[in-house]
């Protein structure tokens, strides 16, 4: 099986810092387009950050100029680097990755999620 895996998640103050991790794990023959998304409560799910495999980010208006997505593919990671939180940032932050799985009838594209990791923002 395949799995996305965040970490990072936490309780910070209004203008702080915070760096998410998410690890991909599993038989997977490539990581392909990965993203970050985020949902508050009673709220839709929504997109923060899309990173390339060969790491052409993009950013939604709300982050962009405050937060920065990167990948390491030998350690299969994307990161969000959070600068200046708001407490509009508060959300359970969530990775998604389209990821090609080996079949024996060939490899499969696949758009898998992890479970999410809670950003609170307060004071």
């Known amino acids: 099986q395949v799995q996305l895996v965040e970490s990072g998640g936490g309780l910070v103050q209004p203008g702080g810092s915070l760096t998410l991790s998410c690890v991909a794990s599993g038989k997977i023959f490539r990581i392909n387009d990965m993203r970050w998304y985020r949902q508050a409560p009673h709220t839709n799910r929504e997109l923060v950050a899309s990173?390339?495999?060969?790491?052409?980010?993009n950013y939604e208006n709300p982050v962009a100029g405050r937060f920065t997505v990167s990948r390491d593919n030998l350690k299969n990671t994307m990161y969000l680097h959070m600068n200046k939180l708001e407490p509009e940032d508060t959300a359970v932050y969530f990775c998604?990755?389209?990821?090609?799985?080996?079949?024996?009838?060939?490899?499969?594209?696949?758009?898998?999620w992890g479970l999410g990791t809670q950003v609170t923002v307060s004071s």
């Open positions: 998604n990755a389209d990821l090609d799985i080996p079949t024996p009838f060939g490899y499969s594209s696949t758009n898998n």
């Open positions: 990173i390339t495999s060969g790491g052409a980010a």
